[in-house]
């Protein structure tokens, strides 16, 4: 499962590649806040919330395994934008990274929270992109992944892809409200998808039964060749045999 978040006006309010919030980056006291060349930065209160609980605890509360997290963001500054995340505690601890690396041999899933620097997918251009390039990088189906974007159109294009994707508001960004109900669509899709793959098995073991049943009867069936058959083909080459 994979977690896609865009960032501006979805994790934080402003436009990261604004040259006042360029770097040096340092944390305020408050260690909430960061310091830029021209502002104070600060994510939406939520989604700091949403995005650490996830870091602390990768799975959702429901049993389904951990989330990984990967960022989808048409922004014209990675650097900027990678040293914000970093900086508010959201990218994965380097300690953890280290430990999952050592752990790929294994066929258990990997415990780690915190977006995946691997998967942070910052350059101008369309959501298209960003997500085949997510795809490729991380393994997971596009049914396998959850968008949160501000903008309409990047969500539709996300759908378009098969990927579930929830509209935040701009002016709130990533919610609880909206994490939950993103959350139960994406629980929705995946249940609809395995009730239609057990429909289509359930129709086809009939039909499969009654193909074998029918090529049984007639491998089994006795072919009967009468005289007049046979007197039939006779005079139907001694009609193709006339000049």
Not at 81 to 86: I, T, V
Not at 160 to 188: C, E, N
Not at 190 to 200: A, E, G, K, V
Request: aromatic residues 6%.
């Amino acid at each position: 499962r994979l977690l896609v978040l865009d960032l501006d006006q979805t994790v934080w309010s402003f436009d990261a590649a604004h040259p006042r919030y360029g770097l040096p980056h340092r944390l305020d006291p408050s260690g909430r806040k960061v310091q830029c060349v021209g502002a104070v930065a600060a994510p939406f209160a939520e989604a700091a919330e949403i995005l650490l609980r996830l870091k602390a605890e990768p799975g959702d509360g429901a049993g389904s395994g951990p989330w990984r997290i990967g960022v989808a963001s048409a922004n014209a500054n990675p650097k900027v934008c990678s040293s914000l995340l970093s900086h508010f505690g959201f990218m994965q601890d380097p300690g953890r990274r280290a430990g999952a690396a050592a752990a790929e041999t294994s066929l258990a899933p990997r415990e780690t929270g915190g977006i995946d620097p691997g998967l942070l997918q910052v350059f101008p251009g369309g959501k298209f992109e960003h997500f085949q390039r997510l795809a490729e990088a991380s393994g997971v189906a596009f049914a396998d992944m959850l968008f949160f974007d501000d903008r309409a159109t990047n969500i539709r294009t996300a759908q378009r892809l098969g990927v579930v994707g929830f509209q935040v508001a701009p002016l709130q960004g990533l919610t609880h409200k909206a994490f939950a109900a993103g959350l139960a669509a994406w629980r929705a899709q995946r249940s609809s998808q395995r009730s239609l793959s057990s429909w289509l098995r359930a129709g086809a073991q009939p039909r499969q039964a009654e193909d074998a049943a029918r090529a049984d009867s007639v491998a089994g069936k006795p072919i009967d060749i009468t005289t007049e058959d046979c007197d039939t083909a006779s005079e139907a080459v001694a009609v193709s045999s006339d000049p």
